[in-house]
């Protein structure tokens, strides 16, 4: 915004002297000055809708932070089967979480139920889904199941295209986890480092998870360690 506004004023500068260099008459320098004063509007709207855009990444950045943290205390809790649904509802209120109290209802998961959370749980602990290589049948053999069974208790997961979009979310998720520590990060660090195949898969994953572009949450998120620093 400073830069556009000292541009701004350089080129009103510049402008008047150049009327007066050349001798302008009076009608073509106030002409020259109109179409001068348009190209400072112009970029003190551009700067000012640049400052909007900024603030709203940055939010959508700081709740998309909190959301990724409470995923993982959510996952930690539910994915020990060490505890019973009682014992895991009073984990979950212990944590920053905390739902409404009469929001909480403990309904006891089906087969099926149980086998997604404990998967994805299991999934994020472990990330075998940094292996480019990771897929559909992949990840059957990761649950020690077979693929009737895998079907059984998953079913939205049949189509191998799907669990695809599934898999890829979770290393689009990794990905932003990644970017809140290391902003330095580069594009191709995310590719290799989060399994995908390439800065096209990266991109699409990212975005249709999160709502933005990699790049974008990239140039907020060091922005946001500059302020920090």
Known sequence: MRKRTALAASLLFLATQLCHAHVHTLAEADGIIVILVAIVIALLILGGFGLHYNKIISQRNEQLRRILNALDDYRTIVGDGERSLDEQEEMVKRT???PKPKA?????????????????????KEKPFTDP?????AL????????????????????????????????????AKLLMEHS??????MVSMCGFKDAAAFNSAFKFSFGITPTD????????FKKKA
Not at 161 to 174: G, P
């Open 96 to 98: 920053h979480l905390k």
């Open 104 to 124: 909480v209802k403990v309904v006891q998961m089906d087969e099926g139920q149980t086998f997604f959370v404990k998967m994805d749980a299991r999934i994020n």
């Open 133 to 137: 290589d990771f897929d559909y049948y």
């Open 140 to 175: 059957i053999e990761f649950m020690g199941v077979n693929q009737d069974e895998f079907c059984k208790f998953v079913p939205r997961y049949t189509d191998p295209e799907r669990t695809k979009d599934y898999i890829n979310s979770l290393r689009a998720e990794y990905a």
């Open 184 to 189: 330095d990060y580069s594009m191709d660090d």
């Open 217 to 224: 949450y990239m140039n907020s998120m060091s922005k946001m």
